[in-house]
């Protein structure tokens, strides 16, 4: 009898040992604002039982791929519109599990300080992924630079371009790389988190950027077998949450903006 008291009462702290440890989540996100972010809230996880861990990752391709191949739970910092492009390119099925904040996407030039002042024949640097050259596009031609075959088109390249009076230069390249070839160009539009690595001040520096109706946010994004999982439940919740909202604020000056 009292071995099989002994045994129920091992059986059952190791039941509740096993309940109480937490549940690990691997995230990808790239450096500036994201892993911020999530470095903000993993004390506010760990207290609600989930491990974060941050794997942080300079280009945009390899935090889908790695989630896609399960080899991370999730990632954060990608739009709506580069994650659909990425499916229907790469065959994948990642999914959004919530909207957390907006960078607005800027051009910024060492030699000029307006559009105006853009010579015929300027040189603009651009990203060379689909939905970041469409945005990037859109932005210039509601700044009068240019105009689209299709004014609405996301996923514009320089190839669906209808007039183009400067007779701009288009320089392709991965967002990365973008910063690095600033002193290079006349106009370098450059995502936002790549901007703040490069230490520029979007609200500051930037001769065109986008409002704040921008209606690209930046998505945590998984797996439909694990956006639905308590953990995941609980990051999207901490990443919505009030201490969040303030951070950004205070942290980034409107150079990210909340989406909740």
Not at 22 to 49: D, Q, R, S
Not at 96 to 119: D, I, N, Q
Not at 232 to 237: F, G, I, S
Request: charged fraction near 25%.
């Amino acid at each position: 009898m009292k071995k099989a008291l002994l045994f129920t009462a091992l059986a059952a702290a190791l039941t509740a040992g096993m309940a109480n440890a937490a549940e690990k989540l691997v995230v990808a996100a790239t450096p500036i604002p994201h892993a911020e972010i999530l470095e903000l809230i993993k004390p506010t996880l760990a207290k609600e039982g989930v491990d974060l861990e941050i794997k942080v990752f300079t280009d945009y391709v390899q935090p889908n791929v790695q989630v896609a191949e399960k080899r991370l739970d999730a990632n954060y910092f990608q739009t709506k519109p580069y994650l659909d492009n990425f499916n229907k390119g790469k065959g994948t099925d990642l999914v959004t599990v919530v909207g957390v904040h907006v960078e607005p996407f800027g051009g910024y030039s060492k030699k000029y300080k307006s559009l105006a002042e853009l010579p015929d024949g300027a040189t603009v640097a651009i990203p060379n992924e689909g939905s970041n050259s469409g945005r990037a596009l859109l932005l210039l031609q509601k700044g009068g630079l240019l105009t689209l075959k299709d004014p609405t088109n996301a996923l514009a390249t320089p190839k669906d371009i209808a007039t183009n009076p400067k007779h701009l230069k288009f320089k392709e390249l991965e967002s990365a790389m973008l910063p690095r070839v600033l002193d290079q160009v006349d106009l370098d539009m450059i995502n936002t988190n790549y901007a703040l690595e490069a230490k520029l001040n979007p609200a500051k520096d930037a001769l065109i950027i986008e409002g704040a109706d921008s209606p690209y946010v930046n998505f945590l994004v998984a797996r439909p077998d694990n956006k639905d999982s308590d953990a995941m439940k609980k990051l999207a919740a901490a990443l919505t949450s009030p201490e969040v909202k303030a951070f950004i604020a205070k942290k980034y000056e409107g150079a990210v903006l909340p989406a909740f």
